[in-house]
């Protein structure tokens, strides 16, 4: 498994909680563990209004959450509480009117390589970022894992 979107239209709305955080697996995850969150994911993300992408890669999460502020705050405090993973840091939370993944009630993908950097300048790893860190890092990291998945995305359909 390496990429898996699913594309539905979002509904217009006002501000929105953009929230980004970081996570380790607290065990070895199959291929069955993702799809149990992903179906969970994409049923409630849908009925709250909620769009973003997963990605994991190194036993590590990066999770990128848009939508209602009211419904991230209650789905962070279950996602946090989820015993599947662990040492959960919240890196980055903003007020914003536009989705970056307007597209996805929760993309999926497992970004392979180990560089922490692409060849094309693009960051194609997480593990290196940590809570704390400059909030620009941070925002430009969330910006270059949403031009990886999109491009991932845009090529696996081709
Ligand atoms: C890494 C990770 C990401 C998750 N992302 C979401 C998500 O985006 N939306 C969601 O509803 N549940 C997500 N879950 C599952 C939640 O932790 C929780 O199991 C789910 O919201 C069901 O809660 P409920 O049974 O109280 O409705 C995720 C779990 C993990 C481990």
Redesign the pocket.
């Known amino acids: 498994m390496s990429s898996v979107a699913e594309r539905n239209g979002a509904p217009r709305d006002g501000a929105l909680k953009y929230l980004v955080y970081t996570?380790t697996a607290s065990r070895e995850m199959r291929p069955e563990d993702f799809e149990s969150?992903l179906r969970?994911?994409r049923e409630?993300?849908r009925r709250v209004g909620?769009t973003?992408v997963?990605l994991f890669r190194d036993d590590c999460?990066i999770?990128f959450?848009e939508g209602p502020p009211a419904e991230i705050d209650a789905?962070l405090d279950?996602?946090a509480?989820?015993d599947?993973?662990e040492r959960l840091r919240v890196l980055l939370t903003e007020t914003t009117t536009e989705r970056s993944f307007a597209d996805w009630r929760?993309g999926f993908g497992t970004p392979r390589s180990t560089r922490s950097t692409g060849t094309d300048g693009v960051r194609d790893s997480f593990i290196d970022l940590t809570a704390g860190e400059d909030e620009g890092v941070v925002r430009q990291a969330a910006e270059d894992f949403s031009i990886w998945f999109k491009v991932r995305e845009r090529s696996a359909r081709v």
């Open positions: 996570s969150i969970t994911a409630r993300n909620i973003g997963l999460f999770q959450l789905l279950d996602i509480g989820d599947r993973h929760m």
